[in-house]
């Protein structure tokens, strides 16, 4: 079974600061696919970055990364530079690496608030 | 492209009515998926499919079913409607062809069950 964590039930930041939003995870599975997603005050679930847990580099999307520590089995995501439309909830999730197993997971997510 | 569409956007049923909830995605997308959302919690996986004609439980199957109708659709229904599944209900599909295709996820469905 695998399990998400994120520990930060809401976070307030200023405009234009760096935000690191915490996920820990816990799987018994060797290969595996971390996930990060926003949902905005809309609704709506936007895909935001990938981490596999064989790639050697962070994940990286723009204004997006990803802190992989694998011995940590941590996953966080870093924002920089933080804009008023990053305000929106933010969930970790992850997956087995097997074809047939597309179970997402997901955190129960961290509420950001952009403060200007 | 419209991605994935989920109707209604909105529902109020009562306690044992039915209903039917649509999905339809125009990626040409292999895989379908259906998760509810609750308050404090993450996205839960209700039912997925990863062709047409296949379906598998996710983590919360319990007072659903679905179809997959074909490649493009894939319905949730709710036989008999309860208060506990009061929720928002998000469809998502994924290309599935390569381990780190990510899934793409619908509007969503707040559902009230009164």
């Known amino acids: 079974a695998q399990k998400i964590t994120q520990t930060q039930p809401g976070m307030f930041v200023q405009e234009k600061e760096a935000v690191t939003l915490d996920c820990t995870y816990d799987t018994s599975d060797q290969s595996y696919g971390l996930f990060w997603y926003k949902q905005p005050s809309s609704g709506e679930m936007i895909f935001l970055i990938y981490?596999?847990?064989?790639?050697?580099q962070n994940a990286t999307e723009g204004r997006y990364s990803l802190n992989f520590q694998k011995a940590r089995k941590s996953a966080n995501l870093v924002i920089s530079a933080s804009q008023l439309g990053d305000s929106a909830m933010y969930f970790c999730?992850?997956?087995?690496?097997?074809?047939?197993?597309?179970?997402?997971?997901f955190g129960t997510g961290t509420r950001l608030t952009i403060i200007p | 492209n419209a991605g994935v569409t989920q109707t209604p956007k909105f529902q109020v049923l009562k306690t044992g009515q039915s209903m039917t909830l649509q999905c339809a995605q125009d990626?040409?997308?292999?895989?379908m998926y259906w998760y509810r959302q609750d308050p404090g919690m993450g996205l839960r996986l209700i039912y997925y499919?990863?062709?047409?004609?296949?379906?598998d439980k996710g983590e919360v199957p319990n007072g659903y079913n679905v179809s997959r109708l074909n490649k493009r659709e894939f319905s949730l229904r709710l036989e008999s409607a309860a208060p506990s599944q009061t929720s928002v209900y998000f469809c998502?599909?994924?290309?599935?062809?390569?381990?780190?295709?990510?899934?793409?996820f619908g509007p969503g469905t707040r559902l009230t069950v009164l």
């Open positions: 998502a599909s994924s290309e599935a062809l390569r381990i780190t295709d990510t899934q793409y």
């Open positions: 499919s990863a062709s047409e004609g296949t379906t």
């Open positions: 981490q596999g847990s064989y790639d050697e």
């Open positions: 990626m040409n997308h292999n895989s």
């Open positions: 999730a992850m997956r087995p690496m097997d074809f047939g197993n597309e179970k997402l997971t």
